[in-house]
């Protein structure tokens, strides 16, 4: 099973979630938390790093540890969250220029599939059996298209509060 965890601000409000998925892309489970709005004295003592607490270790953190379906790898569209936990990583588009002039470094990971490749990071090494569900499931469907359901339903969960 993967993982997809993202955050989003909507309306000011803070809100995230996880959608775990099987290895064909359909939901086995999701989880996300009750929209959060910062006080004032909120932003005024916590300063700039407010927005990467609540995202980290108010959301993201709680979001992980809730999950009953643990999947061998979480991906995130945000690159702070990859510190919310040793298997979340980093998830993006890249290019076959950027494939052969970069050599990846430790804790990075190229992924190929459906004509599309993906630059993996992370904080730890992947195992040989989780990077190969994934290049599995990128054979099946888009990386990066779990997000747009859970953005959606992120947005869907703040409309109804």
Known sequence: MIGYLSVDVINGRHVGGV????????PQEFKYTQPITPTKLQEIIYGKSLERYLNIEIIAKTLISKIENKPSIILTDKMELVDAGENVFLVSKTTAQDKESNKPEEGEYIVEGLGALYRVVGNSQLSEETLSELKELA?????????QRLHRALEYVCSEQ
Do not use: Y
Request: cysteine-free; glycine content about 6%; aromatic content about 6%.
């Open 19 to 26: 959608l775990i998925t099987d290895s064909s892309g359909i």
């Open 139 to 147: 054979e099946k469907i888009s990386l990066l298209e779990p997000f």
